[in-house]
């Protein structure tokens, strides 16, 4: 069998030029086309890779139509198909929930802190746990190597301040304000961070170092009913370790001669003071208002007799002995200032006096002098007529002046009796029957007032009781040291009458 060999279709364009076939598929092209009409093939790129020695030089081949559209119109970006949003999976949302929850009690945590831990908020914790005895190794901090602090030797702060709630307030005053306190014993500032982040503060403590003495050799000494030494001489002295500022019981006990004595006391300690523990007794007599109740450190001993007088004999004495007596009565109490006991006010008076009251002969001439004034307005009906003796108006003798309800009864009482036109006259007298102390620097007067009411054939005779409130005049420019504050109701003591002639 006998191949034969393939070859071109004749020529028959005019000109005798040469056939043009496509490469790809042999369909027949011409010469300036850039695309196979058939199967698209590109001719230009195959052209480009091949001479080609059947183009006339120098032509150029022309891009198709839609090869020049694609030339003119801008390049559009390729727009991606947008891809459907995946709905978060159960895990996804509690991770983004755990993580919204921490930040939420981070800034819990960190608002509470640094309320909870401020200056202001700690102090008050502190101070409260003073009051109640509790958390006070955490409320201290040791101001000196000396004082290791531990609860019982923080307790006597608390024994102290829990019954002065006064010296409490001032304390905690002086540590917001100033940062220590007036003694210098205690210090408020910060010391250290709570939970890293927050300042901690606390209250530093000084320490004191007192020093207690003794008379007898063999006296045991004790503090807070603990012993602590014996004395060895009849002039014994012993420096105290470290201590707490605060309220201790000291104590001295031993015999001396045929008698066993004790020397104790509560003592408020807060510098470096010597405390007299000497073993010795004391004698004295109170004086002060009758039927008082006498107080001995705190301790009720009995009661004034009906002079006001109250014997302590042999009293074993102590350096913080003190005494003071308290009046009780409708009104309510009366308490004198307490009164140092020393070992020199053996055998000698001791005055409890009630500070604010009127001594009963200062009062007579007070009440003596208004009812001259009510006298002088009784007999005149003149205002201008109502004074005493030393043109001191009926007014003056009042709290509020005229304002004063008793004021203006007595005043409507004595221009009453002027106007009476079967009073001839009247004549009035004072006796003063007791002074009583009352609360709040008072004095509770009781006194008589005798009205002698003169008539055409007799007298009339009556006789009333009054207990009136006076306090110290508060106004420099009053003529009056005292003034009534108020009169109680009135009680008649007698009543009769008596003729012209007698």
């Not at 307030?169 to 890293?196: C, I």
């Not at 007014?395 to 007595?410: P, T």
């Not at 003169?454 to 207990?467: C, K, N, R, S, V």
Request: hydrophobic fraction near 30%.
């Amino acid at each position: 069998m006998h191949l034969t060999p393939f070859a071109a279709p004749a020529d028959n364009q005019p000109g005798g030029g040469q056939n043009h076939f496509c490469p790809n598929c042999g369909n027949p092209i011409s010469p300036d086309d850039i695309f196979c009409q058939n199967c698209g093939y590109n001719l230009q790129a195959d052209n480009a890779t091949q001479p080609n020695t059947n183009t006339v030089p120098d032509q150029q081949p022309q891009p198709t139509r839609q090869q020049a559209t694609q030339q003119q119109a801008p390049q559009q970006p390729t727009r991606q198909p947008r891809r459907p949003r995946q709905p978060m999976t159960k895990a996804k949302k509690i991770q983004w929930w755990s993580i919204g929850g921490v930040v939420v009690l981070l800034v819990i945590f960190f608002v509470w802190g640094n309320q909870h831990y401020s200056r202001a908020a700690t102090l008050d914790r502190e101070i409260a746990s003073i009051k109640s005895g509790k958390n006070l190794t955490a409320t201290f901090t040791s101001g000196s190597t000396d004082l290791k602090l531990s609860k019982s030797k923080l307790l006597p702060v608390n024994r102290y301040y829990s019954e002065h709630a006064k010296d409490l307030a001032t304390l905690k005053s002086e540590l917001q304000t100033g940062g220590s306190s007036s003694d210098g014993n205690f210090t408020y500032k910060q010391n250290g961070h709570h939970l890293l982040f927050f300042p901690k503060y606390q209250i530093s403590v000084s320490p004191v170092y007192p020093t207690i003495t003794t008379n007898h050799t063999g006296n045991v000494i004790k503090l807070d009913n603990q012993k602590i030494a014996t004395a060895t001489s009849d002039d014994y002295t012993k420096k105290l370790d470290a201590m707490v500022p605060g309220e201790y019981h000291l104590q001295s006990s031993g015999k001396v001669g045929s008698h066993h004595l004790t020397n104790s006391g509560d003592y408020h300690i807060t510098n470096n003071k010597t405390y007299d523990l000497e073993l010795t007794t004391v004698s004295v007599t109170f004086n002060t208002v009758p039927a008082s109740a006498i107080y001995l450190n705190g301790k009720k001993i009995g009661n004034a007799d009906d002079s006001g007088m109250y014997a302590l004999n042999d009293e074993p004495w102590s350096s913080d002995m003190s005494a003071y007596a308290q009046y009780s009565s409708s009104a309510g109490k009366a308490t004198t200032p307490s009164v140092h006991i020393s070992k020199t006010d053996d055998q000698s008076d001791v005055d409890l006096d009630y500070k604010g009251m009127i001594e009963e002969s200062d009062a007579d001439d007070f009440f003596d002098n208004l009812f001259t004034a009510v006298d002088n307005l009784s007999n005149q009906g003149d205002m201008d007529e109502a004074t005493d003796d030393d043109d001191d108006d009926m007014a003056d003798f009042f709290a509020n002046g005229s304002s004063n309800a008793q004021y203006s009864e007595l005043k409507q009482m004595a221009e009453g009796y002027y106007k009476d036109d079967d009073l001839n006259g009247i004549d009035m007298s004072t006796d003063i029957k007791n002074v009583k102390p009352g609360p709040n620097e008072t004095s509770l007067v009781t006194y008589t007032v005798k009205y002698d009411f003169a008539l055409d054939d007799y007298d009339h005779i009556q006789t009333f009781q009054y207990t009136a409130t006076l306090k110290p005049a508060n106004d420099d420019n009053s003529s009056q040291s005292y003034e009534i504050t108020k009169i109680s109701g009135s009680q008649k003591v007698n009543d009769y009458h008596e003729d012209s002639d007698d």
